[in-house]
């Protein structure tokens, strides 16, 4: 024998009704009603479990999401519907397996596969397979992202991230921390040598450039070193055929100082110093001289006009 129950919002209107067994668990038919009036569930309990098809309705009344229980689990296709398309859940045993999105054209979008070890996503785009995504259930959370033939494009994770050329080969290593760039960042020519090096620093959800930059050519020589204090350029050199360009920088962005040394480390050529406001301060004409003359022998000549100290 089966009895009726019924629950109402405060203002009296009926909000759910269904039926008990002598033991007092659900049995048959359930229905539940949103404030307005309008059906919001319906469906059947089986010894207090939901054991049929299940519909849910917005408070419009129009259908949200339908798919079948089995011994309280859902199963097989559920399918949910809103105003960009609609979506394709697939159970086994109360466990998703599959997720398909769809387009309000009903073109397939993206299909996420879920697994024990790793989701893979699958991308559409006008129902033909555009690219796949693995992401991994590992501590740092690694994704990878290959184009539709399976060939490894990016990879990113907690800790580092990797992009790839289309042949292969590694073009972008980056150390993180979270979301945000922390330790090395490297770049890589098609040849496989490294192109570019540089290092951050994370400090209260802030990332900047910290210490040195290295720049190289595809033949493994040094073209071109930057130093960096919280993201300001502090330092730069440049390695030319037989001496080294040095350029020092205000904390404002403009040139302090430049000039070149050569292979012993003495000035030469055309030495300039400006002020902040970008103007010149003062410029001098160093000459090579034998070593066992005065090194630091000078011809100058000077401009100098008043200006801000570095």
Not at 93 to 108: C, H, Q, R, T
Request: hydrophobic fraction near 20%; proline fraction near 0%.
């Amino acid at each position: 024998m089966l009895e009726k129950k019924e629950e109402r919002y405060e203002n009296g209107k009926l909000k759910a009704v269904w039926y008990e067994d002598e033991l007092g668990r659900k049995q048959n038919m359930f229905k539940s009603y949103h404030k307005n009036g309008m059906i919001e569930e319906i469906g059947h309990f089986k010894n207090n479990e939901k054991n049929s098809w299940f519909s849910y309705y917005n408070e419009n009344g129009k259908l949200r999401l339908e798919g079948q229980y089995l011994e309280g689990k859902k199963e097989g296709n559920w399918e949910e519907f809103n105003e960009a398309g609609s979506t394709i859940y697939k159970y086994s045993k109360g466990e998703l397996k599959v997720k398909e999105e769809y387009s309000k054209e009903d073109s397939l979008v993206e299909v996420i596969e879920y697994g024990k070890e790793k989701n893979i996503v699958k991308n559409y785009s006008s129902n033909k397979l555009d690219s796949i995504e693995e992401h991994f259930h590992d501590e740092v959370q690694t994704k990878k992202f290959y184009d539709k033939e399976w060939n490894l494009k990016r990879e990113i994770s907690k800790v580092e991230m990797k992009s790839y050329y289309d042949k292969g080969g590694l073009k972008l290593k980056i150390e993180m921390k979270g979301t945000l760039f922390s330790g090395s960042w490297e770049r890589y020519y098609p040849n496989g040598q490294l192109a570019e090096k540089h290092f951050y620093k994370e400090e209260n959800g802030i990332s900047f450039k910290e210490g040195k930059s290295t720049y190289y050519n595809e033949n493994r020589q040094k073209e071109k070193e930057e130093i960096y204090k919280k993201d300001k350029l502090v330092l730069e050199v440049k390695f030319l055929k037989e001496t080294q360009k040095h350029t020092l920088y205000y904390s404002n962005g403009q040139k302090y100082k430049e000039g070149e040394y050569n292979k012993d480390f003495e000035k030469v050529g055309i030495w300039k110093e400006y002020n902040k406001d970008g103007s010149l301060r003062k410029e001098e004409v160093y000459e090579k001289v034998e070593k066992e003359q005065a090194k630091n022998r000078v011809r100058s000549r000077s401009r100098c006009r008043s200006g801000n100290e570095r």
